[in-house]
């Protein structure tokens, strides 16, 4: 698994030419072995054909139904939808929430590297859809989760049930619509016959509602 050192340098808030100290440096990549050592990364994904009706994207041979402005746009072009959901496995939660409680800077490290680990781990699904579009001669959007944006973040029971997360990769959703496991996600992908519009900087902190998370604000920890 591979696991991008300046991505976790993201997740901890390091940026631009902001660098660690050498004792974090060496605690990061300390981390960053942990974490593939653990990790247990499953995946699954399902393609479904695409109607736009009303101003809501319903995806055929399932019961989801997406509604929302942003979705409605992103998927504008979309004549098939990708549903993806991957995971990192129990363990690695539990070595974060123990290390938290034990060495919290290394429980912050950890729990980084996981989140690059499974952002990396999406990226490798992506991989698999688009090659998947191309073999058919169509493209693919970027990812889209609930809770960027207006789309809402219950959408992900719907999503896991159309793709049978819990049986196949361990996979639930809270009563509150988390993920479980944490260190988890569930995406949505267009795959259409045009060429996607460009998201700018391919920030996708600027998508998502969460307006305080310390890391769309930049927030260093270690600081």
Do not use: W
Request: aromatic share 8%; hydrophobic share 35%.
């Amino acid at each position: 698994m591979n696991i991008n050192y300046d991505e976790v340098l993201h997740y901890l808030g390091y940026h631009n030419n902001h660098r660690p100290y050498e004792n974090t440096k060496e605690l990061i990549t300390e981390c960053i072995s942990e974490i593939k050592g653990i990790a247990q990364k499953q995946y699954v994904y399902d393609i479904f054909d695409t109607e736009h009706k009303d101003g809501k994207i319903l995806l055929k041979q399932s019961n989801v139904t997406l509604y929302g402005h942003d979705i409605a746009h992103h998927l504008k072009h979309s004549s098939k939808t990708a549903l993806m959901a991957v995971t990192l496995g129990l363990e690695v939660d539990k070595r974060i929430s123990l290390y938290l409680r034990i060495n919290p800077t290394k429980g912050l490290i950890l729990d980084a590297c996981a989140s690059a680990a499974v952002e990396a781990l999406c990226d490798e699904v992506e991989g698999k859809i688009r090659l998947k579009a191309a073999s058919e001669g169509l493209y693919i959007t970027s990812r889209y989760s609930p809770g960027y944006g207006d789309l809402p973040l219950c959408l992900q029971g719907d999503i896991a049930a159309a793709l049978d997360t819990y049986r196949k990769i361990g996979l639930a959703v809270t009563k509150d619509f988390l993920l479980a496991p944490r260190k988890s996600v569930i995406a949505i992908i267009g795959v259409q016959q045009v060429l996607p519009d460009k998201r700018g900087c391919g920030n996708k902190c600027k998508l998502c509602s969460a307006v305080n998370c310390q890391y769309r604000k930049g927030e260093n920890f270690f600081e």
